[in-house]
């Protein structure tokens, strides 16, 4: 049989089933999709390739996921340090936004967060931000998968009036690429602190009739908690709950201040979470009762948050962090073993998006979203299991190709069809925009 690519590696990890790692395996890739996955002896017999990559000092994973991040602040990266969330907002970065974003500032940010993010071996990541046309189009041109969050704040911005102004706005960019097979959408609430109960049932109704999820912030900090209980007499879950926005739909980003009742009420109505673990001890929000929400059914996503509250767009990162934070928390160094770290940076961020179907694992039929990370390093010797070096050892600067859909992106740790030179030249226009006087 003729196929399009043919990869055969030292490991395959398929992520289903959980907790396997094949050796010595290869996976088929015709028109963009995985055909087959088998030893590679098997493989090299039953199949001819017009590319053929031999990886032997390589683990093959799938794409990483990314389900939260708001992408064109990668132009913002570092801009106020060390400040409390609110602060951080209020003074410095709600009132940047409001001077510079536009949709040239959301293509170019979003393009330079595309880089990062496939060089890291992320193909997935689920974007909340404003001119959700320019975001959708510059991770196109970057070639890397994005499901696109249509915002919804309950104030002006200079991208959008009111609630009826952000969803037609937002609806007409998703009706505009609705034949792009490497986007889909979201509802994208900011948070309850922002989004009026009339926003939220106009929402929620959207959601219901175009099937698609609802990502919103909530419970990010107990500041956002105290004023929601003032405000409107029951805590934001609640609130969200009684406007009927808790579903499998749902993703609850952060998610840092919950009680065992909440926990409860998120796996009684199949929600997921969106776990941010650096950036919320970075803002020192807090840490999220991740093994908490494992041991009632909740379903757990990485996400990096924005490079302005992270600084980086690194899921590597975020698992090791994510496995041992729970660890430490929980007093228990067998919850969140590496397979589960590695099952919530693909496959559980992929449920959360509807994409599960599409990505999220290595099997048959589903998109070749894959990344290929390389062991020849002596920081990585020995290596008595490939799954837990993937975790506690190996670095984003560890992957070695990375394909989305079958095609190549990253090769050999390049860039392909991304100018690097171009993106640096782009950051420094903004920088010196936004802060002149730290340009030389």
């Known amino acids: 049989m003729n196929v399009d690519l043919l990869i055969e590696a030292r490991w395959v990890v398929p992520v289903e089933p959980d907790g396997v790692v094949l050796e010595n395996h290869a996976v088929a890739v015709k028109d963009g999709r995985i055909v087959a996955v088998m030893p590679r002896a098997q493989a090299a017999e039953a199949f001819t ?21 708001h992408a064109a602040m990668s132009l913002l990266r570092g801009l ?17 936004e409001g001077r510079f974003v536009s949709p040239q500032f959301v293509h170019d940010g979003t393009r330079l967060a595309a880089a990062e993010m496939l060089r890291g071996g992320i193909t997935c990541f689920n974007d909340m931000y404003f001119h959700p046309k320019s975001a959708a189009e510059a991770a196109l041109e970057s070639g890397i998968r994005a499901a696109i969050g249509i915002i919804v704040i309950d104030f002006p911005t200079p991208y959008a009036s009111d609630t009826d102004d952000y969803l037609a706005k937002g609806l007409a960019a998703r009706e505009a690429l609705r034949d792009e097979a490497l986007v889909s959408f979201c509802l994208a609430p900011h ?10 049932a106009r929402v929620q109704t959207m959601a219901e009739l175009l099937e698609v999820p609802i990502h919103v912030h909530v419970h990010e900090t107990q500041q956002e908690i105290d004023d929601g209980s003032q405000a409107h007499g029951v805590r934001p879950l609640q609130r969200m709950r009684q406007l009927g926005l808790l579903g499998p739909g749902l993703i609850g980003v952060h998610s840092v201040h919950l009680t065992a009742e909440e926990i409860g009420l998120l796996a009684a109505h199949g929600c997921s979470v969106a ?30 948050d924005g490079a302005a509250s992270n600084n980086r767009l690194d899921l590597f990162r975020e698992m090791r962090l994510a496995a041992l934070l729970a660890k430490g928390v929980s007093g228990r160094a067998d919850v969140l073993p590496a397979h589960q770290a590695l099952q ?57 190709h990375v394909w989305v859909a079958g095609r190549a992106r990253v090769e050999g740790g390049r860039l392909l069809g991304i100018d690097e030179s171009d993106l640096i030249r782009l950051a420094s226009l903004w920088q010196n925009k936004i802060h002149p006087r730290d340009v030389e």
Request: with cysteine; glycine share 8%; net charge negative.
């Open 191 to 200: 948070a309850p602190y922002t989004v009026s109960d009339q926003s939220f």
């Open 80 to 96: 106020a340090d060390d400040l409390p969330l609110h602060d951080w907002l209020q003074n410095h970065i709600w009132p940047t």
């Open 275 to 304: 776990h941010c673990p650096t950036s919320n001890l970075k803002l020192a929000s807090g840490i999220a009762p991740v093994a908490e929400l494992l041991a009632a059914g909740v379903s757990v996503g990485l996400g990096t």
């Open 49 to 69: 390739a017009t590319t053929h990559r031999i990886l032997d000092r390589h683990v093959l994973i799938p794409g990483l996921v990314n389900l939260h991040t």
């Open 344 to 400: 919530m940076a693909t496959l559980n961020g992929a449920r959360a998006l509807g994409l599960e179907q599409e990505i999220g694992s290595i099997v048959v039929g589903k998109s070749a979203d894959l990344c290929a990370v390389e062991f020849d390093d002596f920081v990585l010797s020995p290596c008595f299991d490939p799954l837990s070096h993937l975790i506690y050892v190996a670095g984003r600067e560890h992957v070695s």
